[in-house]
């Protein structure tokens, strides 16, 4: 089984910045895609950005040019660098992989708890 964990939430103020990180662990013998999902209170969870093994990004287009996804491979970690944060970006950040596991062998996609982002007004 493969566990997700994210940190680095909290509240920030209205054009600040913040680093999330989302550390997998457990059988794992390699993660292909990794992204990043947000839900803000009563509406559906959407794309923010996803990165492949070979650093590809997608972005969603509310978080275009002031987000950016990077991947650490050896520690098997995704992170979303947010700047220029507005309060509509105030949501639960949801960490996303699609994980290659050792034992048993399979392919699945998984997903964290969540983290709260609250950008003040």
């Known amino acids: 089984q493969v566990q997700l964990v994210e940190s680095g939430g909290g509240l920030v103020q209205d054009g600040g910045s913040v680093r999330l990180s989302c550390a997998a662990s457990g059988s794992i013998y390699s993660i292909k895609n990794m992204g990043w999902y947000r839900q803000a209170l009563g509406k559906q969870r959407e794309l923010v950005a996803t990165i492949t093994s070979d650093d590809n990004t997608n972005y969603g287009t509310s978080v275009k040019g002031r987000f950016t996804i990077s991947r650490a491979n050896a520690q098997n970690t995704v992170y979303l660098q947010m700047s220029s944060l507005k309060p509509e970006d105030t949501a639960v950040y949801y960490c996303?992989?699609?994980?290659?596991?050792?034992?048993?062998?399979?392919?699945?996609?998984?997903w964290g708890p969540g983290t709260q982002v609250t950008v003040s007004s």
């Open positions: 996303s992989a699609l994980v290659v596991s050792k034992t048993p062998f399979r392919i699945d996609n998984y």
